[in-house]
């Protein structure tokens, strides 16, 4: 039996060279950086890897060089939507064929669909496909996954074995959790709305994919790390830290160039997007790198490769998040 989807996946930054085509040797020396740093697992395709961006031979060839490099050192979630079900039970084929451990599908975008016809979408592939699928909720971008049709997609089809929730809403992974684990223990929960990742774990989710991670691994994997080890102040204080760095990179210009700017930071120019920007854009976007810079400098895994406490005296600002983090886990333990 396959060990259930758990840790923080990376919905990795697709890199492009200077002519706007897949970088093949910066993809795989990212694979190997990520890795080393602590990543429990890849998720090529993903939105942060600008899917939608790219023809299906490339997402193709995005998958081949990224199972490749990592020859199975961490398990691969891979990103499969296509623009039918026919193709996307091509792509899922194809992918576990690669050796992807699972592939992550979103609900069906553009068309909005009423539960009844969310449910049929997934039924249909998750019934001809050969390799193991996780449900994909981003209601911003695509018809929403309510509670009932997880459930019912749980009970019904074996090869679906988990969501990603991108949803942010704490109520609703709780609503889906008390739902479906008596049914399927094996069935796993993701969270893929980093600012909400340790109250996700908190209430029983199994992990995440957290764009973050791609800039910032060893944060994303201390965070899980503290979770599972039930040091909950510990992981509380971690997630402080990453909420503004979060919505700092989110907020820049055209998502997800925030991210590549972060990444940028660290060492990796990983090529424009290909969503071209405004000289507006551009500016705001390098005004908003060095702000990213900043914050970034402030942790000490820059200088070296682990996470720890500055080692310079609490700021009135370290006060403020001790006592943030007292007042929230005192309300979370009286629920």
């Known amino acids: 039996m396959k060990q259930p989807l758990a840790g923080i996946f990376t919905p990795n930054i697709t890199p492009l060279d200077p002519r706007g085509r897949l970088d093949e040797d910066k993809l795989r020396a990212y694979v190997d950086w990520l890795i080393e740093h602590g990543v429990h697992g890849l998720y090529p395709n993903g939105s942060t890897g600008e899917f939608v961006r790219f023809t299906p031979e490339e997402r193709r060839r995005v998958i081949e060089v ?122 796993s929960f993701l969270t893929g709305w980093d600012v909400v990742l340790v109250p996700m774990l908190l209430v029983g989710a199994d992990g995440g994919t957290n764009a973050t991670s791609g800039v910032v691994p060893e944060l994303t994997r201390a965070i899980y790390e503290a979770c599972k080890a039930l040091q909950w102040d510990r992981a509380m204080q971690l997630q402080y830290r990453l909420l503004p760095l979060f919505d700092a990179m989110l907020s820049t210009v055209e998502f997800p160039e925030g991210f590549r700017r972060g990444a940028k930071i660290r060492g990796w120019d990983l090529g424009q997007s290909r969503q071209p920007l405004t000289p507006q854009q551009t500016t705001a976007a390098d005004v908003a790198q060095r702000k990213i810079q900043e914050m970034l400098a402030q942790f000490e895994f820059l200088q070296s490769k682990t996470i720890a406490p500055p080692s310079v005296a609490p700021d009135a600002s370290d006060e403020v998040i001790d006592r943030i983090v007292s007042e929230v886990l005192a309300q979370l333990r009286s629920n």
């Not at 193709?87 to 609900?107: H, M, P, S, W």
């Open 66 to 187: 990224v199972v490749d490099q990592t020859r199975d050192r961490v398990p691969i979630l891979a990103g499969a939507a296509e623009a039918n079900v026919s193709e996307t039970i091509r792509a899922c084929d194809t992918y576990g064929a690669l050796g992807c451990r699972a592939v992550a599908i979103v609900a069906p975008f553009y068309y909005r669909l009423a539960p009844d016809g969310v449910f049929a979408y997934f039924k249909e592939i998750a019934d001809r496909v050969s390799v193991d699928v996780t449900l994909y909720n981003i209601p911003l971008f695509a018809s929403p996954i309510d509670v009932p049709t997880v459930k019912r997609l749980a009970q019904e089809c074996p090869r679906i074995v988990g969501i990603k929730d991108s949803s942010g809403d704490i109520p609703h992974m709780m609503r889906m959790i008390s739902e479906v684990r008596p049914l399927r223990p094996d069935f």
